[in-house]
C-alpha cells in the first residue's frame, strides 16, 4: 500500500457499540491504531476527516458467483469485487462449480477457482464448494476419504448443496 491512511473525527461502529475515534491504517493496509487524537503519532499519513460521519467494518457477501467456466455470467473477479467495494464489502465468498458430468477433484476444482481471484479481486475472497451429486455416498466419500479435513485446510470450510449446506469442521 505505501502510506498510512488517518481517518479522523468519526464514529466508530462495531458490534459492541459506538464511539468517537480515529482509525489509523497501516502501509499493509490494517488498522493499527483505534482511538482519540491519534493525529500526533500518525506522521506522514494521509489524513481523511470523517467528522459527522460512521466508520464501519467492511461488509461479508456470502453468496456471490464470480467466476463461471463458460462465460455466462455477467461480472469476473475484478469487476465483481470492484463493486462489492463501492457498497462498503470487503469480502466476499464465490461459489465453486465443479463440473456436474465430469470426476473432477474438489481440490483441483478449488485451485483454479482460486488462482483466477488470485490474478484480479480487489478485496478478500474467500469459497465454498458445491456438491456436484448430492447423497449419502457423496458425503461419505469426503468423510471417509477424509477430505474435509485437507479441504479445510485449503481454508474452504463450506460444501453447498441446493437442499442443504454441509458444514466441514477440519478437525
Given amino acids: 500500500m505505501g502510506r498510512c491512511i488517518l481517518i479522523q473525527g468519526g464514529t466508530v ?3 459492541d457499540g459506538r464511539e468517537r475515534a480515529d482509525v489509523l491504517v497501516g502501509e499493509d493496509g490494517i488498522i493499527a491504531k483505534v482511538g482519540e487524537d491519534i ?3 500518525a506522521g506522514d499519513a494521509l489524513v481523511i476527516d470523517a467528522t459527522d460521519k460512521l466508520i464501519m467494518p467492511g461488509g461479508v457477501d456470502p453468496s456471490v458467483h ?6 455466462q455470467l455477467a461480472e469476473d ?3 465483481g469485487t470492484l463493486a462489492a467495494l463501492a457498497g462498503g464489502t470487503t469480502t466476499v465468498v464465490d461459489l465453486v462449480m465443479p463440473d456436474r458430468d465430469k470426476d473432477e477433484k474438489l481440490t ?3 485451485a483454479e477457482w482460486r488462482a483466477r481471484a488470485e490474478e484480479s479481486a480487489c478485496c478478500d475472497v474467500a469459497f465454498r464448494v458445491a456438491v456436484p451429486r448430492y447423497g449419502q455416498d457423496c458425503v461419505l466419500n469426503i468423510l471417509k476419504c477424509n477430505l474435509a479435513p485437507a479441504i479445510a ?3 474452504l ?4 448443496d441446493m437442499q442443504q449446506l454441509l458444514l466441514c469442521s477440519g478437525t
Fill in 13 to 15: 461502529v462495531n458490534d
Fill in 39 to 41: 493525529a500526533a503519532n
Fill in 66 to 71: 464470480f467466476y463461471d467456466r463458460k462465460g
Fill in 77 to 79: 473477479f475484478e469487476s
Fill in 108 to 110: 483441483d476444482v478449488l
Fill in 153 to 155: 485446510t485449503e481454508g
Fill in 157 to 160: 470450510r463450506i460444501f453447498k
